[in-house]
């Protein structure tokens, strides 16, 4: 048996990591990077934790840092946060394409201007295209167990591609709460160890980060791609695997709440689940029929999944902390994406709120379940900003 | 669920004392969030730190505008008006050196920085105002809070909040019982 700890989201990450045991970390300690590449320096220094952890200058260098670490075949971390993020945008495409199982964590937090380091997640969604597994997670227990099955799903040899693993800055990163932690025994049982071809290695040479010509590269997208659409069946294993051992299940691609019978869905992600489960509860108390559907992962996108639990229901809201100017939140065409290509018709509506770290009340949450069952003729909803035309 | 606001400024401790409450009750066997007002951190400017505790698991992670309890480790960011953001029954706890200011059953006044400069030799009165919130309110055992100190505070001044603890907790339940 493992410890409880009363401990914030960044901590118990880091103690997922801790117990991934990755051969390498590399990260730039700077706002607005979090403490979990602290701690995990501390159990370096204190030796709770084998690994080389490589102190770079910039977010940059960290994604390259890490792709050099993972083209030797070793296990690799590291962790970033908004701005930080985008710096290391250029890197994410040659991690993602040259197929490095790494993992990042980020700490979801808005992007400038009007700059602040509160939570929301236009960092990360702006990146959906980068070629790396999304994982948007929920609390301090489900951060640490990601932590560790993030390993698993990146380092499959069906997948071999990296993971990014979303914790909600502040609301989930900085809140303190019990969490169970695994003995070191247990986590590895659950990862094998890395192992791997693609590498550099003296006694089996092969070609690495090459480039590739108009007549073929459009075949290692499909490859890349082919390899994203079988993460799904990965993600079933490893949580069945992760039950297990551990005894605890965290769903699969998307986690539903009371939506069997639900009429009216939510569906979110990340931290904000909680909360919308606890007014869930109250409405049915009432007789209402709804429920949430939390997305875990949004790349690969699970729409099938989606389209499959909704098809029944009078209307869906999408709430999530992104906007994409000019357009809509991104989630949202997403989902409204899966319920085409599934052939499935519903009223489906975009509550955009929290951005730039604006609290998101159970009143608001009630709102946008009152929206769906009301119904509105503007499908896009501000949380919190009624009147768009007021703001100026 | 039993919901407690503290106010502080950066570096008075205030989130260090929610996170030690919620220890205590996770360490009770209830479950907690601890939280605090987020974004930077600046030495002496306000800050609110928040504590949920229930029997059961907590998910609302949104801030506190109604508490259970409303607490200020400095008198100068109290006003009356706090009182409107209690819940009914609730309770305010105000760290003063001038305790006969506050004549009002709902507020219960307390010279935290005397004691704890006193004892812990500086006036860093998070781990007495927590004392004396346990005191009132029981919401967890002094053992528990006592228990938990270890994980939260530089390990030198560990044991002189132990007795700060156990001062309050015997000044103020005598003062109860007069």
Redesign the interface.
């Known amino acids: 048996m493992g410890e409880r700890k009363f401990i914030s989201g960044n901590d118990a990450f880091a103690e997922g990591i801790r117990l991934a045991k990755p051969n390498v970390i590399s990260a730039y300690p700077i706002t607005p990077q979090t403490i979990v590449v602290e701690r995990l320096s501390e159990m370096v220094e204190d030796r709770s934790l084998k690994s080389e952890f490589i102190h770079v200058e910039s977010e940059h260098s960290a994604m390259s840092a890490a792709i050099g670490a993972a083209s030797v075949g070793a296990r690799t971390f590291t962790a970033t946060s908004s701005q930080g993020l985008l710096y290391m945008a250029e890197c994410l495409p040659y991690a993602a394409g040259g197929r490095f199982p790494i993992v990042m964590m980020n700490a979801n937090r808005s992007t400038a201007l009007p700059w602040n380091i509160y939570g929301d997640q236009r960092d990360s969604l702006s990146q959906l295209d980068s070629g790396w597994i999304q994982m948007y997670v929920e609390d301090a227990q489900e951060s640490l167990d990601m932590a560790l099955m993030s390993y698993y799903i990146a380092e499959h040899t069906d997948v071999m591609v990296p993971v990014m693993v979303n914790l909600d800055g502040f609301v989930l990163t900085h809140t303190y709460e019990a969490v169970d932690i695994p003995t070191q025994s247990q986590a590895d049982e659950f990862l094998p160890t890395y192992v791997t071809d693609n590498k550099m290695d003296l006694d089996n040479p092969v070609n690495m980060g090459f480039s590739v010509g108009p007549a073929d590269n459009e075949e290692f997208h499909l490859l890349h791609h082919k390899a994203m659409l079988r993460v799904k069946d990965v993600v079933k294993e490893a949580d069945e695997r992760f039950k297990q051992i551990f005894g605890r299940s965290h769903g699969t691609m998307t986690q539903g709440y009371r939506i069997e019978d639900a009429e009216y869905i939510l569906i979110t992600l990340g931290s904000i689940t909680g909360i919308a489960r606890e007014v869930v509860d109250e409405l049915r108390d009432r007789g209402v029929k709804v429920g949430v559907l939390k997305i875990r992962f949004v790349r690969p996108f699970p729409h099938e999944e989606i389209a499959a639990l909704v098809k029944g229901a009078k209307a869906i809201g999408t709430l999530e902390k992104d906007i994409s100017f000019g357009y809509e939140g991104t989630v949202y065409t997403n989902v409204n994406s899966a319920l085409i290509r599934n052939g499935v018709l519903v009223p489906s509506y975009n509550f955009i709120g929290g951005l730039g770290g604006r609290d998101i009340s159970y009143e608001d949450i009630k709102e946008c379940f009152g929206t769906l069952i009301k119904g509105n003729e503007e499908k896009e909803v501000w949380i919190g900003l009624g009147v768009v035309d007021d703001v100026r | 669920m039993i919901e407690i606001r503290w106010h502080g400024r950066g570096g008075q401790g205030a989130f260090t004392a929610s996170?030690l409450l919620?220890?205590a009750a996770?360490t009770d066997g209830l479950?907690?969030?601890?939280?605090?007002s987020?974004?930077?951190e600046r030495r002496g400017a306000p800050i609110q730190a928040f504590t949920k505790i229930d029997d059961k698991k907590?998910?609302?992670?949104?801030?506190i505008?109604k508490g259970d309890y409303i607490i200020y480790l400095d008198e100068t960011l109290y006003s009356p008006a706090a009182k409107e953001d209690l819940k009914a029954g609730g309770l305010i706890f105000v760290n003063t050196k001038d305790i006969d200011r506050y004549r009002d059953k709902n507020v219960i006044a307390i010279d935290a920085d005397s004691i704890s400069k006193e004892i812990i030799g500086r006036a860093v009165s998070n781990t007495a105002m927590l004392a004396t919130l346990i005191a009132h309110t029981h919401i967890v055992d002094s053992e528990s809070a006592k228990k938990?100190l270890k994980?939260y505070l530089p390990e030198k001044i560990v044991e002189k909040n132990k007795s700060v603890i156990d001062e309050i907790i015997t000044i103020e339940r005598s003062n109860n019982n007069d």
């Open positions: 996170k919620g220890a996770v479950y907690a969030l601890s939280f605090p987020f974004g930077p907590i998910t609302d992670r949104s801030v505008t938990v994980n």
